[in-house]
């Protein structure tokens, strides 16, 4: 159990460092339009997951999704939200807003808590009450201070918040979701190669440097997500939380101190009410598992005392 427990967290820590640095392949790929690396990563990530697929023999797990038409709805939602996500994400690394991707992704939890209690009935505490207020503050901010909604930022968060919550209601494994989406996403993906005027989407003009660096959109894409599954059956979902943290985490870094985007007084500003959100969720996290460690090792106590 411990072995796992370590292997699990060396998957997650993998999977999220390399969340975290992927904004520097995008970044290297500016010379090539944001809409033909997102066609280029959605064919890749298809031959790449079908061949796991098939490695692994999950096979019968496709097939429960494709007949029934319930999940093929849910699983279509699922698509066009990643797509939305990984479209605009790409489009504000190559566009110098990666400051902006980094404050989505930080955003993001604070919309999963959201949807919690919109379609799952949870309840907030004042803990997650004070988070979510924090959050509303900081967009708030944003628009009296720029006049306009971070909208590169609430469309990261809020498409991937959603996507989150369809992938939760279908319970479909990642492996078998992402084989769905990059299906239903391929023909659009290779009409757009097919008619696209620019010349880099002819693999045969290309260099082969440029060719296999739109190859590894498939890894780089596929790669996080093998060892995120990896991780999710090591560790609990808990423990991935405190995870999520380093990807937007390394974006801003990088947007700061590699890309030298500018960060003015007023968008720390926005950064450090969300920080402050998050940390509240993060302590009273930590809170909530000593609570309930204490509280199962007297209840072990008891029985011991009892036998």
Known sequence: MQTSSKSGIFYALTAFILWAIAPIYFKEMSF?????????????SFLIVFVLIILLRNIDKLRVVIRSPKMLMAMLASTVLIAFNWGTFIWAVQNNMMLSASLGYYINPLISILLGVIFFKDKLDKVRQAAVVLCFCAV???????????????????????????????????????????????????????FSDSPSTNLFENTSSVNWLLFASGPITMVPLMCFAAAAN????????????????????????????????????????????????????????????AATLKATSIDKKAL
Request: charged letters at 15%; a positive charge.
């Open 32 to 44: 090539i339009p944001a809409q033909e690396i997102l066609a280029n990563r959605i064919i890749w």
């Open 140 to 194: 708030a901010f944003e628009v009296i201070q720029f006049g306009s909604l971070p909208w590169i930022a609430l469309t990261l968060a809020v498409t991937f918040g959603f996507y989150g919550l369809v992938r939760k209601k279908v319970a479909v494994d990642s492996f078998t979701g992402m084989a769905i989406e990059t299906a239903i996403l391929l023909p659009i993906a290779l009409l757009y190669l097919t």
């Open 234 to 293: 090591r560790v609990s979902l808990v423990t991935l939380g405190f995870f999520q943290y380093i990807g937007p985490t390394g974006m801003f870094i990088l947007a700061v101190f590699l890309y030298d985007e500018p960060l003015s007084p007023e968008k720390l500003t926005t950064f450090v009410l969300i920080w402050s959100a998050l940390a509240m969720l993060i302590v009273d996290s930590i809170r909530r598992i000593r609570k309930t460690k």
